[in-house]
């Protein structure tokens, strides 16, 4: 059975927060621009740019996270940064070129907040299988 890597991200969800007085067209732009600047800022790393200020800022000072691993709660420190590094380093070990937004979908949890699901493109190029797309 072929193992494929798991990305899973938990950006900064307060920024959409309390967008009902704008009404759900601005909620959804929002959004759509969170994840559009997550998806240019993510990039960076992936060709060896480390400016983990910068992907830090993408997150809330405490978050919670969940991956085939578990569920767990973190904090945005020094020690986080430094976990993002080994992450990037990773992603880059098993060939990981580029990964794309696919789609946005918001589910509306109450007329302040809402989930986003968002489908990703990965670009991967091991060797010896050369380049694939692998959907998330």
């Given at each position: 059975m072929e193992r494929r890597p798991s990305?899973?991200?938990?950006v900064k969800f307060a920024v959409v927060q309390d967008m009902a007085a704008f009404g759900?067209?601005?909620m959804?732009?929002?959004v759509r621009k969170l994840f559009e600047r997550y998806e240019r800022i993510f990039k960076?790393?992936?060709g060896g740019d480390m400016d983990m200020d910068e992907?830090?800022?993408l997150y809330a000072s405490d978050f919670t996270a969940a991956s085939p691993a578990g569920v767990m709660t973190g904090t945005n420190d020094d020690q986080f940064k430094q976990v993002m590094v080994q992450g990037y380093a990773h992603y880059r070990e098993i060939?990981?070129?580029?990964?794309?937004?696919?789609?946005?979908a918001l589910s509306p949890l109450n007329e302040h907040h809402c989930v986003a699901h968002v489908a990703w493109d990965g670009d991967l190029c091991q060797a010896g299988s050369g380049r694939r797309r692998d959907r998330f």
């Open positions: 990305f899973v991200h938990v759900e067209e601005m959804e732009t929002s960076q790393p992936l992907v830090a800022s060939g990981t070129k580029e990964m794309r937004i696919r789609n946005v």
